[in-house]
């Protein structure tokens, strides 16, 4: 075993992982923003956005994460330079960007799976909670807001755990496009000093030492939620 | 209209004579995607073999093991759901070849080439095998205590307990988790191609940097993956249809 090369490669590790945890929080947060009304509209929407919602749900869960992102990196990402125009427009250098790609990626997949999830929560309110929200001549907005949301979420928040690790666990993906995240940083290590474990090893630490803090932190969370037992 | 337009031209431009591209062949890479989609689920349905064998004996451990043998299940189901799946199948694809060879050398055979289906069968099945302990460690803990004992009563072995009692009770139970692993393997099959072996993902990747058509290429292998998703749903809800025969229905 051979550790010396931690001191000199501690900076890249330290911004790769600053680049990992970016994309966990972001994808995490606008992903859960997008997921409730994705979640919402299967429930009450009309025929038309409940299927588009739903069709959304089954390609983010039925394909490979690593294809979703090589599909909007280099698919998607090689037909901008065919619209006329385009290499001349700022919007070019967001093209060169993998960054961007990926953190695009991340949060629709964290979308897509949260929506499947809060769409049974929503479904799960019992209905004579909505039904007295309404007696009590509640509009639909506020009916949402004040009683089926938070119900959901509370509902939704134990599994949130296991969600969030399990978005945790696929950032590695992004190296396979030009990101510079802790994986692409413990590959260089490889690459440069031709170590095969080592690196790796420490990477599995990391990755463990991110998933106690991740479920700390929501165990931490879930005690705040009054539950009626 | 000018930006309709330029829409227009680009899509034109775009599916220009791409059909040709899926053709079967050698003008096309319609046949290299299909053998790539037919290896993914080769992959996906051994390692999901191994790992249901390996997650029964850890799910048998974890509930009837002694203290020792418990520690190192716990350890290997924590470890392995600890760490992403990419990370832990490089560690392993790397350190199960080398260590074999290794004792091969020791042992006087030799260096062998290994197989890369098999490699990525034995990484991929490792790490099915800690979410299948869980799985099934929970399933036969959600059987009432009663039922086996009533078997143990009548005189039965512990296999027949088992293969009579305890397995149909609590595969209903399972079914829904062990769907939830099927179809993690199917895209963690993926995950095989960063190691060099040539499955779907690898196969799309290869024929969109030759032909640079990616965009349709990328949605062709996603339209494969999706088929393998959503007829595997399909499966799984009538198998669990079955299992659950006789059984009241669910509210």
Redesign the interface.
């Known amino acids: 075993m051979r550790w010396d090369w931690l001191p000199q490669y501690f900076p890249v590790l330290v911004h790769g992982l600053y680049i990992t945890l970016f994309i966990l929080i972001f994808s995490v947060v606008v992903g859960f923003a997008l997921a409730v009304p994705i979640g919402l509209v299967q429930v009450t929407g009309r025929a038309p956005a409940r299927m588009a919602a739903g069709a959304f749900c ?2 983010i ?8 992102i ?2 909007l990196y ?6 901008f330079p ?3 125009g385009f290499r001349e427009n700022f919007m070019w250098l967001v093209r060169l960007d993998a960054f961007y790609y990926a953190l695009l990626a991340f949060t629709l997949s964290f979308a897509g799976y949260e929506a499947e999830i809060m769409r049974g929560a929503f479904l799960s309110v019992p209905r004579g909670e909505l039904e007295a929200a309404r007696a009590f001549g509640m509009s639909p907005w506020k009916l949402t807001s004040r009683v089926w949301f938070p119900r959901a979420v509370f509902q939704v928040l134990p599994t949130l755990t296991g969600e969030v ?1 399990g978005q ?6 992004v190296f ?1 496009i030009p990101v510079l995240d802790l ?1 692409a940083g413990v590959s260089k290590v490889r690459q440069d000093t031709f170590l ?2 080592e690196p ?2 420490f ?2 630490i990391i ?2 030492i991110l ?2 803090i991740i479920t700390r932190a929501f165990g931490y969370l879930e005690k705040l939620i009054p539950q009626r037992r | 209209m000018i930006l309709a337009a330029a829409i227009a031209r680009t899509w034109a431009e775009f599916f220009h004579d791409k059909a040709a591209l899926l053709a079967f062949g050698d003008t096309g890479y319609g046949d290299e995607l299909l053998w790539g989609a037919v290896r993914s689920v080769e992959i996906a349905f051994f390692a999901y073999a191994l790992g249901l064998a390996l997650g029964l004996a850890g799910a048998m451990g974890k509930l009837s093991g002694g203290p020792i043998l418990k520690a190192i299940l716990e350890g290997y189901t924590t470890l392995v759901r600890a760490v992403p799946e990419l990370v832990l199948i490089l560690l392993l694809y790397y350190a199960g070849t080398d260590g074999l060879n290794k004792i091969l050398e020791t042992v006087g055979i030799g260096r062998i080439e290994i197989n890369g289906l098999v490699a990525a069968v034995f990484v991929l099945g490792f790490v099915q095998g800690a979410y299948h302990t869980e799985v099934l460690r929970a399933a036969i803990q959600a059987v009432p205590l009663g039922q086996s004992e009533a078997g143990k009563a009548y005189g039965m072995s512990p296999f027949k307990q088992f293969t009579r009692i305890t397995l149909p009770a609590m595969l209903p139970n399972a079914i829904p988790g062990l769907a939830n692993l099927w179809l993690n393997v199917t895209k963690d099959s993926a995950l095989i191609s960063v190691v060099g072996f040539t499955e779907l993902a690898l196969a799309t990747r290869q024929a969109a940097s030759v032909s640079k058509q990616y965009l349709l290429l990328y949605l062709v292998a996603q339209a494969l993956y999706l088929t393998i998703s959503l007829s595997s749903t399909l499966l799984f809800s009538w198998l669990e249809r079955y299992v659950r025969r006789g059984q009241p229905k669910l509210a």
């Open positions: 089954s390609y869960r039925g394909t490979p994460l690593l294809t979703q090589w599909l280099y698919g998607i990402g090689s037909i065919l619209i006329p690790i945790l666990k696929s950032t590695p993906l396979t994986m095969t474990y790796l090893i990477l599995a990755y463990m998933t106690y």
